[in-house]
């Protein structure tokens, strides 16, 4: 079966500072993918990342970073010098190969205060 | 851009009305899902169809019954709805996976309150 664990339900930190939130994951397959949404107060889930099982080169995009680390199964996500509008809930999710559904982790509540 | 509309933002029913949500998106996609969020739980799969007219049952099907009459559209229905259906219900869409995960897709979500 896949899991994935979010362990940090929530994290508040002070603007412009850093902050990493876990994902650590369960699976037996030997392809599978790795996302990451982002939840803002208005509800819908925006697609931030994917990433697959073979490709494990961590990967920035502004001030969004991911550490992908097979040897302990963890998908992390850093957000560098953080803003308010980065408060939301951050959501990560796993899926075999195949047409098969995601398994979402149950979420990290990120709060950025000014 | 593709985008993936929801019926309702917020709705409240009654204790055994029937409910349906209903979920259309625009971009040919073959997949459609229906989730349901709660605090603490984080999202969990309803159903899901990767066809017209075809349907899986997700994690937590009971009590749910779905519909895919077109390709765009996947209807979620509450035969009875019951106040332990309270939730925020959300949609998505993606691309069939063809040697590849393809991104799921959200809509803005349902907040349906059950009194």
């Known amino acids: 079966a896949q899991k994935v664990t979010q362990a940090q339900t929530e994290i508040s930190v002070v603007e412009k500072e850093d902050v990493t939130l876990d994902c650590v994951y369960e699976?037996?397959?030997?392809?599978?993918?790795l996302f990451w949404y982002k939840q803002p107060p208005s509800g819908e889930l925006v697609f931030l990342i994917r990433?697959?099982?073979?490709?494990?080169q961590n990967e920035i995009s502004g001030r969004y970073s991911w550490n992908f680390q097979k040897s302990t199964s963890s998908f992390n996500f850093t957000i560098t010098a953080s803003q308010v509008v980065d408060s939301a809930v951050y959501f990560c999710?796993?899926?075999?190969?195949?047409?098969?559904?995601?398994?979402f982790g149950k979420g990290t509540r990120l709060s950025v205060i000014a | 851009d593709v985008k993936v509309t929801q019926s309702s933002r917020y709705l409240v029913k009654r204790t055994g009305e029937k409910v349906f949500l209903e979920c259309v998106q625009d971009?040919?996609?073959?997949?459609m899902f229906w989730y349901r969020q709660d605090p603490g739980l984080g999202l969990r799969l309803i159903y899901f169809?990767?066809?017209?007219?075809?349907?899986e049952k997700g994690d937590i099907p009971e009590g749910y019954s779905v519909s895919r009459e077109k390709k765009e559209r996947f209807s979620l229905i509450l035969e009875s709805a019951s106040t332990n259906q309270t939730s925020m219900y959300l949609c998505?869409?993606?691309?069939?996976?063809?040697?590849?995960?393809?991104?799921?897709?959200f809509g803005p979500g349902t907040r349906l309150l059950v009194l």
């Open positions: 998505a869409s993606s691309l069939m996976d063809r040697g590849k995960k393809e991104t799921q897709y």
């Open positions: 699976t037996r397959d030997t392809t599978y993918y």
């Open positions: 990433r697959n099982s073979f490709d494990e």
């Open positions: 999710a796993l899926s075999g190969s195949g047409n098969t559904p995601l398994v």
């Open positions: 971009m040919d996609h073959e997949n």
């Open positions: 169809s990767y066809d017209v007219k075809m349907k």
